[in-house]
């Protein structure tokens, strides 16, 4: 065991813990109408509650047990086997869990945008625990165990390379919230602005702060390459955040707060999976066409697509995940073959999944609410609280 690895991956650990917890409830909080932001509180929290527990049961074994080729077992169920003194290269098992763990929570939360203001509170729960094991789960384990994608035999022939979650994370993400978008149809109250755009800015700031523990701890290692990820996230962060506001004053003469924060998510998200492989220089480049690429992605899934994914998840997250991980192959970084075949099977996997699931839960519990609770607002229809007296 090395004890600095250890040190900061336990720092790494809780930094990427705060992006859901308070970071994502935030960012997502501020953008719904007033009387549905505790029910988006509820959601991030309510998630990170349940991913925990699942992934002690059976989550960690399947995406880094020891099977084959497909899912990891559950040989790992239950850390069976693991104690505090079972290493997993310079650190704790349990503390690789406790951090790959944080990653099982913030990637369904992260869908949470897509069905926020009028999904039912019951289908949130079981989808999201269905769907972290059954497409988060052998995902991680293709990418980052040891299987399909980049074990020993590659599917296609070279590894793929996705250093913190352009594909494990932010593709089956954003894939899975436009499905349920889709499925779930527009809401009624579609061009309520955002209630309170400082809560947007404090969110955002602290995915920000957290995501050096997201892409820097997947170094799993206190050194120079941890440096580098933290680095070249900052810049890209930075580049997307100007140059989304600058695209944003070309084509409406001004630029807003929530524009400029949202250019900060697609910033990171885009620099996730080449975070361990690229230079700063390189980082500006993602960043910069960031801010500019996933702007657009907004404006063709809202406005010609009439898709209403809340709050822009794929075109954020999907959209930059799936542009970091081939700019990887564009640097000469990564294989091509490996980096577009790996994002067309997991991109199919992805959505056969989600689908399926839809149709699963939706027939144990209603996927969207009545049309009273999505109007009266779902914090005081379904969870008997607001934050407002007098909610927009």
């Not at 801010?291 to 009439?306: D, H, M, P, S, W």
Request: aromatic content about 12%; overall charge negative.
């Amino acid at each position: 065991m090395n004890g600095a690895d250890t040190a900061w991956i336990i720092v790494a650990t809780a930094l990427v813990l705060f992006m859901t917890l308070p970071g994502l409830a935030l960012f997502y909080g501020g953008l719904v109408r007033a009387r549905n932001v505790l029910s988006v509180f509820m959601h991030c929290y309510a998630i990170a509650c349940l991913m925990s527990v699942l992934w002690l049961v059976a989550g960690y074994s399947i995406a880094f047990g020891d099977g084959g080729a497909l899912w990891g077992g559950l040989g790992k169920a239950f850390l069976n086997g693991i104690d505090a003194d079972t290493l997993f290269g310079t650190l704790p098992e349990v503390l690789f869990f406790a951090f790959q763990m944080t990653f099982a929570i913030i990637t369904p939360a992260l869908i949470v945008g897509a069905y926020v203001e009028r999904v039912g509170f019951g289908f949130v729960l079981i989808f999201s625990s269905l769907w972290m094991l059954l497409c988060y789960a052998p995902v991680a384990h293709w990418v980052w165990g040891g299987g399909l994608l980049a074990g020993d035999a590659p599917l296609f022939g070279a590894a793929v390379r996705d250093f913190a979650g352009g594909i494990v994370v932010h593709e089956t993400a954003g894939l899975a919230a436009l499905i349920l978008a889709i499925f779930l149809g527009p809401r009624r109250h579609r061009t309520t602005p955002p209630h309170n755009p400082g809560y947007v800015m404090i969110g955002a700031a602290m995915l920000w702060v957290g995501w050096f523990g997201f892409n820097g701890g997947s170094q799993l290692a206190a050194d120079g390459g941890a440096a580098m990820a933290i680095t070249v996230t900052h810049l890209s962060a930075a580049a997307a955040s100007l140059t989304w506001a600058l695209w944003e004053r070309i084509k409406f003469g001004r630029a807003s707060l929530v524009g400029l924060v949202t250019g900060t998510i697609a910033g990171l998200a885009s620099i996730t999976p080449a975070s361990g492989f690229v230079g700063p220089v390189q980082a500006l480049i993602i960043g910069a066409v960031a801010g500019i690429l996933c702007q657009e992605a907004v404006n063709l899934i809202r406005n010609t697509f009439k898709i209403d994914d809340t709050l822009d998840v794929f075109a954020v997250h999907g959209v930059g995940g799936i542009f970091g991980t081939l700019m990887i192959a564009v640097f000469g970084l990564g294989s091509w073959a490996a980096q577009l075949g790996s994002l067309v099977v997991v991109g199919v996997f992805t959505t056969v999944v989600t689908i399926a699931l839809i149709f699963v839960v939706k027939a144990i519990v209603p996927l969207r609410v009545d049309q009273e609770t999505e109007v009266n607002g779902l914090d005081i229809s379904v969870h008997g609280e607001r934050a407002y007296d007098h909610a927009s």
